[in-house]
């Protein structure tokens, strides 16, 4: 695991403590979970994304033709 560091304002790090200690935990739980919340609903949009996609090209009735060409021909210099 990794530490950070961040500058916050004391006046909401005193607020945010109470919450916690409301929560039964710490503040760097709070910004833990929070951030740990923030990453998995990234993840799921990414899965979503991929998943409609996948039945995107699945419904297709899109065919690709032979392939006609090389690389060198993609890459001339």
Do not use: C, F, P
């Amino acid at each position: 695991m990794s530490n950070i560091t961040m500058t916050l304002d004391d006046k909401i790090i005193k607020k945010v403590k109470k919450i916690a200690i409301e929560q039964n935990t710490t503040l760097t739980g709070l910004v833990r979970d929070y951030l740990t919340r923030i990453a998995k609903r990234e993840d799921q949009r990414v899965e979503e994304v991929i998943s409609q996609l996948s039945e995107i090209m699945n419904s297709s009735n899109m065919e690709v033709g032979e392939i006609t060409w090389t690389r060198d021909d993609l890459h001339e210099r």
